[in-house]
């Protein structure tokens, strides 16, 4: 199978690696990050172009931009794992949009296009008779997708809530922990990476609404948009309110939460007990299925991470090589 | 449990004081004349709590007050919520957040924990809310989260069902 890949930071590094790393039969015959470009159908180097990457460098050619990567390079599937934008999901969507009309398939960990144009998205792959699949979208390496679209498939999901924030849970867990304060444990996530220099997206609960959206259009047949959701974040949790619930054998989580018959999508602190599948620790993230055939499935794992947001892209990509792909 | 009365003078108190007599603790009385003069009965609704065992004790004696039992509804555990607050609870008048529940009549606010660190920060406070129902619950913690708004404090929900 061969594979054109935009975006070298962290996911596609992953990415990279592991294809270096695993014997899985992916070709990497186009790749491009935000300043330059490679193609090259014979397969691409990939040891050398992270080389060229972790000394700072391009990872190609600057006369190459990912545009021309999408619409020359031949390949069978559009790897796409740049930063999220959550505005106008560009230039990402646009990309997508050329693969698909070009009959590539599509897999992605980009969650700003399909926020914003799933629908859209999803008639052109059909049109065109390609995949398109976002399972790195949300919960990092938890197949929440793939489980509940395939595992899933005949149930009514009745409700869904979790933990889709590690950041977040990270800092909840530290405050609860250690009686710290939200800036403290912030400052702490900030060091150890979890945290970003501007947080916002993370803290004012925007990530986790991001994926709640995802998750409905997507899987629940809902039709949200980001306003649809009602969303509260941490900030001004204290560490008082922390040892309030604690005395009652509770916690405080940030939950989102889609209960898709009463239209309720929301992001917000919640008292949870301390024994709920749900109060996981330091950066992991859980979600709980309501489901009317299965009962309720809480899926754990790790929501970030290079390798861990890989699998879930990797996955899909082999998913669509068994049902799809021919021949290399 | 609803009643019908004749539309009397004192037919009021007198059903409502067999409740009493047997240990009951009235929670709520609605009372609404809907057809006037169609008929000389009077429906009353009464939401009480009882002591175990001594409904039936009630019914014999409101039999003999000539108050009829039209329905009673089921016998049910009254709802407990616990809630958390954060904010400036003090500045913005704590006992009328509480009051904003108990003035509903079928919502009560029956605990309080208030954790007041230095002077001008943020307090804490943990909220327990009794009512009859769930739905006068979720009416009672919209109420809660409307005047919350307006306060600028922050509500922290329980995660219904966990």
Redesign the interface.
């Known amino acids: 199978m061969r594979i054109a890949l935009l975006g070298l930071g962290s996911v596609g590094r992953g990415i990279a690696r592991t294809i270096l790393a695993k014997n899985l039969d992916i070709t990497v015959t186009g790749l491009a990050d935000s300043r330059s470009g490679i193609i090259d159908a014979g397969g691409i180097d990939l040891l050398a172009a992270l080389a060229r990457k972790e000394a700072g460098g391009p990872c190609g050619s600057p006369g190459v931009s990912p545009a021309d990567v999408v619409a020359k390079a031949d390949y069978d599937v559009l790897v796409e794992v740049t930063p999220t934008n959550v505005k106008t999901a560009e230039p990402a969507l646009g990309h997508m949009r050329t693969a698909l009309r070009r009959g590539k398939h599509v897999v992605t960990s980009n969650k700003g296009p399909i926020a914003l144009a799933y629908p859209e998205l999803r008639a052109l792959a059909e049109a065109n008779g390609v995949f398109l699949k976002y399972e790195a979208t949300v919960c990092g390496a938890i197949p929440l997708i793939h489980g509940i679209t395939e595992g899933l498939a005949g149930n009514t999901i009745s ?1 869904l ?1 979790g933990v889709f924030n590690g950041t977040c849970n990270y800092i909840l867990t530290r405050m609860a922990a250690e009686g710290l304060t939200y800036e403290q444990a912030l400052a702490e996530a900030r060091e150890l990476g979890y945290a970003e220099a501007d947080p916002t997206y993370d803290v004012e609960g925007i990530d986790a609404a991001i994926k709640l959206v995802i998750l409905a259009n997507t899987v629940l047949d809902m039709h949200a948009t980001l306003d649809d959701v009602e969303r ?1 974040g941490i900030t ?3 560490p ?2 922390l ?3 604690e ?2 054998d ?1 916690t ?1 989580r940030l ?1 989102g ?1 889609i209960i898709p018959g009463a239209g309720v999508l929301r992001v ?6 301390k024994a ?1 599948p ?1 109060v996981v620790e330091g950066t992991l993230n859980a979600v709980t299925v309501e489901a009317d055939l299965a009962g309720d499935l809480t899926f754990i794992g790790k929501g970030a991470g290079s390798i861990e947001t890989a699998s879930a892209v990797i996955g899909d990509l082999l998913y669509i090589r068994e049902r799809h792909v021919q021949g290399s | 449990m609803k009643l019908e009365m004749k539309d009397r003078p004192g037919q009021l108190v007198a059903a409502l004081k067999p409740i009493s007599a047997v240990g009951g603790n009235i929670i709520a009385v609605i009372h609404q004349r809907e057809t006037p003069a169609a008929t000389e009965t009077l429906d009353v609704q009464i939401v009480l709590e009882l002591p175990e065992g001594r409904l039936d004790n009630l019914l014999e004696l409101l039999r003999e007050q000539g108050v009829s039992v039209v329905r009673i509804g089921e016998e049910r555990l009254l709802y407990e919520c616990t809630l958390i607050m954060i904010g400036h609870l003090m500045h913005t008048d704590l006992s009328d957040t509480v009051d904003s529940i108990d003035r509903t009549g079928s919502a009560e606010v029956t605990g309080l924990s208030l954790v007041m660190p230095a002077i001008n920060a943020p307090s804490s406070a943990r909220i327990t809310i009794r009512s009859t129902t769930r739905t006068e619950m979720a009416k009672a913690i919209r109420i809660l989260r409307g005047v919350a708004e307006q306060k600028s404090l922050l509500i922290i929900e329980p995660l219904e069902g966990a």
């Not at chain 1, 917000?268 to 007990?273: G, V």
Request: proline residues 8%; hydrophobic residues 40%.
């Open positions: 409700r809530s509260t001004l949790l204290t008082d309110a040892e309030l619930a005395d009652q509770c405080i939950i939460e917000s602190p919640r008292i949870i007990p709920h749900l």
